[in-house]
């Protein structure tokens, strides 16, 4: 290690397909940063430890992901608001021995919808499928970005409407009408459709109605080199347009590296330069 580089990382499990290692090295060449950015699958029960370790030896920032954002979430000494909203935590920052946690995912989003693909949120009626840790992360920002409606749809309508009720001042303040609606009960004029599920994990599909789809924008969180199957099947019925989520990994990678490096670097070209490479 050089005397001015600093030591990054991601956890994750699985973790040997993120492309953090890379997208930060690009980051890193372009605003002419050194940085030593490695990822580590982290045994299920070992995520404390292993950040411990990590910082003790000298690790500057640590990004989280799957399944250890609430984890890191608790591990955090002090957490950012967006980040206590969510209840999760994908970004670590050591200052001075001190954690601070953070969530850039939120953000990753809306700037991938509203500044690379020009999908208009304002009065937008946008329908988010799934109620997970996902889910949790991306309302609050959605809610800012002054839609017209927000529709949480998930297999167990209990957990959408746990949502509603946790943001329900926000959506208040927003003058955003948000609510919970089972799957079999979406009656399809949505602007914006965001999958945020795990079903493509499992090479599965949510037990929608494809009609909701037509005329449609659909965003799907995950990414992959060839449209998702979630993206390929909205397609087929009618959507408009389709995007996956490479521009918001990219950009939430970017808010990390402006919170450790104060530098925000340009997200355009990595996103085409990583998307080349899946
Ligand atoms: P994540 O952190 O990725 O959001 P999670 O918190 O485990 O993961 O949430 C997974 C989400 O995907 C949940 O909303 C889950 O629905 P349930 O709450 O009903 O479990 C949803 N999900 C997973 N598999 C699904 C499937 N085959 N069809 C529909 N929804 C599915």
């Known amino acids: 290690m050089k005397k001015d580089e600093k030591l ?3 956890f994750g499990n699985p973790i040997e397909h993120s492309q953090s290692p890379n997208i930060h090295s690009l980051f890193a060449k372009q605003t002419n940063i050194s ?13 404390f430890d292993c950040a411990k370790d990590f910082f003790l030896s000298g690790g500057a920032g640590l990004n989280v992901t799957v399944p250890f954002k609430t984890q890191a979430f608790e591990f955090s000494d002090e957490a950012s608001q967006r980040a206590i909203n969510a209840g999760a935590v994908n970004t670590l920052i050591s200052k001075k021995g001190h954690i601070f946690g953070d969530n850039t995912d939120g953000v990753g989003l809306i700037v991938d919808l509203d500044k690379n693909l020009k999908w208009k949120l304002k009065d937008a009626d946008i329908l988010v499928i799934g109620a997970g840790g996902a889910t949790r992360g991306i309302i609050e920002p959605l809610l800012c970005a002054d839609p017209s ?4 749809s998930n297999r167990t309508l209990s957990k959408g409407e746990n949502l509603v009720s946790v943001f329900s001042a926000v959506a208040k303040n927003a003058n955003c009408q948000l609510k919970a609606l089972p799957m079999n009960n979406l009656d399809g004029n949505f602007d914006i459709i965001i999958n945020a599920t ?7 599909l949510p037990d929608l109605d494809p009609s909701i789809f037509d005329g449609s924008a659909c965003y799907d969180l995950m990414y992959s080199s060839a449209p998702t199957r979630f993206l390929d099947w909205a397609r087929k019925n009618g959507a408009a347009k389709y995007s996956d989520g490479l521009g918001m990994l990219v950009e939430q990678a970017a808010e990390s590296f402006y919170l450790w490096h104060g530098v925000r670097p340009e997200t355009e070209v ?8 899946i």
């Open 8 to 10: 990054f990382a991601v």
């Open 35 to 47: 940085i030593l950015y490695h990822s580590q699958c982290v045994d299920f029960d070992r995520f």
């Open 149 to 152: 409606s927000l529709t949480i």
């Open 198 to 204: 795990s079903a493509s994990l499992e090479g599965r």
């Open 270 to 277: 990595v996103i085409q330069k990583i998307r080349a490479n």
